[in-house]
C-alpha cells in the first residue's frame, strides 16, 4: 500500500473527534503457490497526524494522539478505511482503462469504415 491520508471520526470520553493519519507500507501476503513464491502478511504503519474536535471551529488536541495511538480499534478502523480508499482508487483507474479502450475501438470501427 502506498502512503495514503486518512480521516476517520473517534468517540473518546463520550466526545467526538476527528483523527487524520497517514498510513504506509503493509502487504496482504501471499500465502498460496509454490513456497518460493510465498511471504507473510505485513501490518502498515500508522501515524496519528492530528486529533481535532468534530465540532465548529474545534482546536487540535495534540495530548490525544499518544491515545488515539494506543487504541486498536481505531487503528484498525484508520487501516480499513485507507485499505477501502486504495481498492476504490484501483476500480476507478480500471475503469478509466476500459473507458479509454472503448474510445480507441470506436475510433477504428470508424476508420476501417472510412469515416474518419
Do not use: H
Not at 499518544?66 to 478505511?81: C, F, K, N, T, Y
Amino acid at each position: 500500500m502506498k502512503s495514503r491520508t486518512v480521516e476517520i471520526g473517534w468517540t473518546y470520553n463520550d466526545l467526538d473527534y476527528r483523527v487524520t493519519a497517514k498510513v504506509s507500507g503493509g502487504s496482504p501476503g501471499r500465502t498460496y503457490g509454490p513456497p518460493e513464491n510465498c511471504y507473510p502478511p505485513e501490518d502498515p504503519e500508522v501515524e496519528i497526524d492530528e486529533v481535532r474536535g468534530d465540532w465548529y471551529g474545534s482546536p487540535a488536541f495534540p495530548e490525544l494522539e499518544g491515545v488515539a495511538e494506543r487504541d486498536d480499534s481505531l487503528l484498525d478502523e484508520i487501516i480499513m478505511q485507507a485499505s477501502e480508499d486504495e481498492v476504490a482508487d484501483a476500480y476507478d483507474a480500471a475503469e478509466s482503462r476500459e473507458e479509454a479502450y472503448r474510445e480507441q475501438r470506436q475510433t477504428l470501427v470508424r476508420y476501417w469504415k472510412g469515416r474518419v
